[in-house]
């Protein structure tokens, strides 16, 4: 489990840009995302770096130019354990109103 | 990334009640730790206790009656014993809103998980499906008691 690894990679508003844009395409290059961002390739690469370390995108070369793709499982797991947390606390706080409705009637 | 949940229930009781529930001692062990040892105030570091699920060290932030009661503790790692603030915690906050029908809006948020390191989340999520069916089966009793 890597789910701190994930949301440190996550928690930078150009690399969420990237995972974003990457959500939508599936998958783009080196040179697209740096285009459409608005940095340099230097900056695009040592963004995704952070990214292809937490595994949430690979890259993938193909001829001349450097293909980056979106890896959804990864994200699956980071969302999974937050979901998880969620519920234990509705579950927890529908302890505590059926506590404090019950005692209501005292 | 997402570093914060926040829930958020309606309960027909009053502030004082609900706030009685979660900021009492005696009320709080009711609905959810079995047990607390050590003073359950603010600046100071009780234990809740799980029963066979261990024990997890909280550190009180704040305690405005009837409002708001802050927390800060080691999620789902409940065999934590130590001061909490040495250690990357997470930041539990109950507010409590009257509504306009004589119900109450409490809102739950728990936030800096992505400030937890990599073995700590592992930890917590071994645990979590644990606590899960810890805090179902304690509703379940509770529920039978009324």
């Not at chain 1, 969302?79 to 059926?98: G, M, Y």
């Not at chain 2, 009781?13 to 040892?37: C, D, G, H, M």
């Not at chain 2, 009837?66 to 997470?90: C, I, K, M, Q």
Request: aromatic content about 8%; glycine content about 6%; charged content about 25%.
């Amino acid at each position: 489990m890597i789910e701190a690894t994930i949301y440190k990679a996550l928690g930078d508003p150009i690399r969420l840009e990237i995972v974003k844009r990457l959500s939508i395409t599936s998958t783009s290059t080196i040179g697209d995302i740096s285009t459409d961002l608005g940095i340099s390739r230097q900056g695009a690469r040592k963004q995704l770096q952070v990214l292809v370390n937490a595994n949430v995108v690979h890259l993938m070369q193909k001829g001349r130019q450097t293909h980056v793709i979106l890896d959804t499982k990864t994200l699956q797991i980071a969302s999974s354990f937050i979901s998880q947390l969620e519920r234990q606390w509705d579950n927890r706080l529908e302890a505590l109103k059926d506590f404090v409705e019950e005692s209501n009637s005292d | 990334m997402q570093n914060t949940i926040e829930r958020e229930i309606t309960m027909k009781a009053s502030k004082e009640r609900i706030y009685e529930a979660i900021a009492n001692p005696e009320y709080v062990t009711q609905w959810f730790p079995e047990t607390l040892e050590g003073s359950y105030t603010v600046g100071e570091q009780p234990i809740f206790g799980f029963g066979d699920h261990g024990k997890n060290q909280i550190c009180v932030i704040a305690a405005q009656p009837h409002e708001y009661f802050a927390y800060r503790w080691v999620p789902g790692a409940s065999n934590f014993l130590g001061d909490v603030l040495t250690v990357p915690n997470t930041l539990i906050e109950f507010r409590i809103a009257e509504l306009a029908d004589g119900t109450c809006k409490v809102t739950l948020t728990e936030s800096g998980f992505a400030d937890l390191p990599t073995e700590l989340m592992e930890a917590a999520y071994k645990q979590n499906s644990g606590g899960w069916d810890f805090m179902l089966d304690r509703l379940e009793k509770y529920i039978e008691t009324v």
